[in-house]
């Protein structure tokens, strides 16, 4: 069994594309949209209470859709995620240094 950087650093710029556009349709579901409206009603405008209240939900909705591509649910998953997602823009599917 492949562990999950392993399976992460895998993916294509083509499959990096689907798991983006998951990502993105994941903040459209009616759950997650009613848990980042509370998150942003919460925050009243307050850039630190931004970060506070709307980021922590933004990044559970994506780590949701992520974990399924391989990359683990903590912090070295989520940083794993943005190093490479620039890369995979490139279209060569590596990560920029």
Do not use: H
């Not at 009603?41 to 506070?52: T, V």
Request: glycine share 10%; with cysteine.
């Amino acid at each position: 069994m492949a562990s999950a950087s392993a399976q992460a650093a895998a993916l294509s710029a083509e499959q990096a594309k689907v798991v983006l556009a998951e990502v993105i349709q994941a903040f459209s579901a009616p759950e997650n949209a009613v848990r980042m409206d509370e998150a942003r009603d919460n925050a009243c405008n307050d850039m630190g209470k931004m970060l506070q209240f709307v980021l922590p939900v933004a990044t559970q909705i994506q780590q949701e859709v992520i974990k399924a591509y391989g990359f683990s649910c903590d912090g070295e998953g989520r940083s794993d995620w943005g190093v490479k997602v620039p890369g995979w823009g490139e279209g060569d599917g590596s990560s920029r240094p």
